[in-house]
């Protein structure tokens, strides 16, 4: 699967290689999990914007904010700084800047009640994916076991989810700035799409969430 879209992300890959080896001179006061918190910020301004149709600034944002998600991780992987407590609260921020979005987006905003199913099994389950993270977290620290980033990090569905679920909202912002009557072809195009991301993420995440429960259930074993 990741090597089918290979092609696809290595001007992604480029980029962001390009932004960590500018921050190569801050290595010694910047953290990742400085960026983020920067990112867990960002989501009050973001959710702010959201409500008030503010297209430009919202998009600009939440690109920034998508950029900083992959660059906490590239930057804890490039400078040895990986920790589970990182990766927790590299997950835990994904959440809390997804699902209200989308819930805001699908339910409110372009009210598609043909999707409000799809909307509540996506959010109980990313509800259910981060308390078997806690679980998982705890049950480790109850064994006297230092979790390890890979214990509580996203699995390959988990980042294809997350990735639909950056699609989706998105294309729900971008179409708040389009007037349909004005724009009908780009409007039914970026809808579709968006549609089809967020069912996408729907199905990633059922997946994503087997493969977690799927190693909860598993004995626990030192290493």
């Known amino acids: ?37 920067f990112r867990a910020v960002l989501t009050l301004p973001i959710l702010f914007l959201v409500g008030r149709d503010a297209i430009v600034p919202l998009i600009v944002l939440f690109v920034i904010a998508g950029v900083c998600d992959d660059l906490d991780g590239r930057l804890a992987r490039a400078w ?39 909307l509540g099994i996506l959010c109980a389950i990313e509800i259910g994916l981060t308390s078997v993270r806690i679980y998982t977290f705890a049950r480790l620290r109850r064994h006297g076991i230092e979790p390890l980033s890979t214990s509580v990090s996203a699995n390959v569905f988990g980042q294809y989810k997350y990735f639909a679920e950056f699609v989706a909202v998105f294309g729900y912002i971008v179409l708040g700035g389009f007037k349909p009557h004005e724009y009908p072809q780009i409007s039914v195009l970026v809808r579709v799409s968006a549609d089809c991301a967020l069912v996408a993420a729907t199905g990633l995440a059922i997946f994503s969430l087997r493969g977690r429960i799927t190693r909860v259930a598993s004995p626990v074993t030192r290493t």
Request: some cysteine.
């Open 80 to 118: 040895s700084m990986v920790s589970a407590r990182g990766a927790f609260l590299d997950q835990l921020t994904d959440k809390l800047l997804m699902v209200p979005l989308l819930t805001y987006l699908v339910w409110w905003k372009h009210a598609n009640e043909e999707l409000y199913p799809l």
């Open 1 to 37: 699967m990741k090597q089918s879209f290979r092609w696809v992300l290595r001007p992604s890959n480029a980029f962001m290689d390009g932004i960590v080896r500018s921050l190569e001179p801050c290595r010694g006061w910047l953290r990742p999990n400085h960026i983020t918190w």
